[in-house]
């Protein structure tokens, strides 16, 4: 008797709630009318809503997937799949590259024990997603799992997928491209606020590329996090991050040693070891013994005529 072809149920119904939650993706793209440039829109759900569907799993040497992206991403003509299957030990079972066809079907042979990892990076360079082509990576793996026939009791085996969900690895080359850059675009005035990659808010998809020039977004405003902490540049927990001072400062030398910035030394021009470079003080200065001559007033290092001259000529002199 022929083996019944068993449906993954869960998969079956998660596919359908996602499509019944996302019942069109929104085709549409950059157009320009008579000067007037639209604000570029959404041609792809974000890769966390897709995760792939077994669409045959019963026959223990073939399996049958389903991608989601072939639907929910737009024009599908230039839907990318790159697929590589392997097993437990890293070998290929199977690789193939697929244009606009979200199913891939292939035979193989391996232990119904071993567990088959599946990896699938679908990219449309037409498709915008956070205003980069998309790029979309969902890495999985396959077992067979062995169930039973309510009422028969008889077993039966599935491939069962592990649930994986797609990951963004679109990266633009940088956040600001000139060239997108038009002084001249007129913009729909549509608050849809879009945070920039450069951390500016834009009131809309529109105004991020050809006012910001930015090259990605999220929706929604920029959200800044103030926070308190250590203002002080020469404290050892410094935060430059910290908006308001919140009094944790710590300094050295108990809490830390003296950073080469500010560095500790003898500070006093007249020590015999000043230190010109030192910033701190550290009570290291030291003073040899006085060299006075008593009664040199003309500092030739000679006590002469010339200074009890100078001593006369003082004598009786009021001091201020």
């Known amino acids: 008797m022929r083996e019944p072809i068993v449906l993954n149920l869960l998969h079956l119904r998660t596919m359908k709630k996602l499509f019944q939650t996302i019942h069109i993706a929104m085709l549409a793209a950059t157009c320009s009318i008579h000067g007037i440039v639209f604000s570029q829109v959404t041609t792809a ?9 077994v669409n045959v799993g019963s026959q223990p040497n073939m399996i049958s997937l389903y991608h989601p992206g072939g639907y929910l991403t737009w024009p599908p003509s230039e839907n990318v ?21 979200p199913f891939i079907t292939f035979e193989f042979d391996i232990p119904l024990t071993d567990t088959m990892f599946v990896s699938v990076l679908l990219t449309n360079d037409s498709a915008l997603l956070n205003g980069n082509p998309l790029a979309c990576l969902i890495e999985d793996y396959l077992t067979w799992e062995i169930s039973t026939w309510p ?3 008889e077993e039966y085996g599935t491939w069962t997928l592990g649930g994986s969900v797609g990951v963004d690895v679109s990266e633009p080359a940088s956040c600001i491209d000139e060239d997108l850059i038009d002084p001249n675009a007129i913009c729909p005035a549509v608050f849809e606020p879009v945070c920039g990659c450069d951390g500016v808010t834009y009131s809309n ?8 020039g930015v090259t990605s977004w999220e929706y929604g405003p920029c959200v800044v996090v103030e926070y308190g902490g250590c203002t002080y540049p020469q404290a050892c927990n410094f935060d430059p991050g910290a908006a308001f001072e919140d009094g944790s400062c710590t300094f050295p030398p108990e809490a830390c040693a003296w950073p080469s ?5 003898c500070t006093y021009e007249d020590a015999e070891n000043y ?14 013994p006085c060299e006075v001559c008593v009664g040199d007033l003309d500092g030739d290092a000679v006590v002469a005529v010339t200074d009890v001259l100078i001593l006369l000529s003082a004598f009786g002199a009021e001091c201020p």
């Not at 790159?82 to 606009?100: A, K, M, P, Y």
């Open 45 to 53: 759900v974000d890769c966390d809503l897709m995760n792939l569907v």
């Open 81 to 101: 799949m790159e697929w590589e299957f392997t097993d437990s030990d890293g070998n290929i079972i199977h690789e193939e590259v697929l244009v606009d066809n």
């Open 151 to 153: 009422n028969s009791g």
């Open 205 to 212: 998809e529109c105004e991020a590329t050809y006012l910001g």
């Open 261 to 265: 910035a500010w560095a500790a030394g």
């Open 275 to 288: 230190d010109d470079s030192a910033a701190v003080d550290d009570g290291s200065c030291t003073w040899g």
